[in-house]
């Protein structure tokens, strides 16, 4: 057994009294509408609790200002698109190797929810915890909005891929027949397996080289 104080060692019959009287007190809420607060018999504490709870309450809806966000309509409307209204769409998650069947819950454009696809036999309606996640994805403020490339040992930010791609394609002219290597994760997408062997092609006719 543990004790709280002294009085419950020295005087246990009155300790559990005052433990059993401690809320007992009724809050007087019955009798407001035929009079007003000052009026009802309250006790002291009681009245500070609720002078301190609405002065409380008024500094918070004071102090905590919504920012303002306005909200634009369509200038060409989407066909088929009603505000509000949810849509789903079978997709696919990709991500280090993983590939799942996934159908994505999509309102007034923006994904909002993943989960299973139950029409695969493959997983059954079933999911991971970083397919149902990767939708955060989406809405990251730091993720990267355009291409970065070094320059000494700073990266610096490329406006436009298409500027990225004639970096690139200088930089793979002027390396005058030397090794060139394409480092990538697991590759489980056809089409990006078909633009590596695309890029490796191009680049075999010139010399004698091999994957």
């Known amino acids: 057994m543990y004790w709280q104080g002294f009085g419950q060692i ?32 309250a006790p002291r504490r009681d009245f500070l609790k609720y002078l301190g709870f609405s002065t409380a309450a008024a500094a918070l809806a004071a102090g905590c200002k919504v920012p303002e966000r306005k909200v634009i309509p369509y200038a060409n409307k989407p066909e088929n698109l009603i505000p509000g209204e949810a849509k789903y769409y079978a997709t696919t998650y990709v991500q280090d190797g993983d590939v799942l069947p996934i159908v994505a819950k999509v309102r007034d454009g923006r994904p909002i929810k993943i989960e299973g696809n139950i029409e695969s036999s493959y997983t059954k309606g079933g999911t991971s915890a970083r397919a149902q996640a990767s939708v955060l ?31 690139i394609t200088a930089a793979l ?19 990006t397996q078909q633009l590596i062997n695309e890029f490796l092609a191009k680049k075999c006719r010139k010399r004698a080289c091999r994957n």
């Open 10 to 41: 020295n005087d246990p019959e009155n300790f559990q009294k005052k433990v059993e009287d401690e809320f007992r007190e009724e809050l007087p809420f019955e009798g407001f509408d035929s009079g007003s607060l000052a009026d009802a018999k």
């Open 137 to 167: 994805d989406l809405y990251d403020m730091h993720r990267l909005t355009n291409p970065k490339h070094k320059k000494g040992d700073k990266f610096e930010e490329v406006p436009t891929y298409e500027q990225l791609d004639k970096e």
């Open 173 to 191: 002219a002027g390396l005058n027949g030397a090794k060139v290597v394409v480092l990538t994760g697991s590759i489980v997408s056809p089409s």
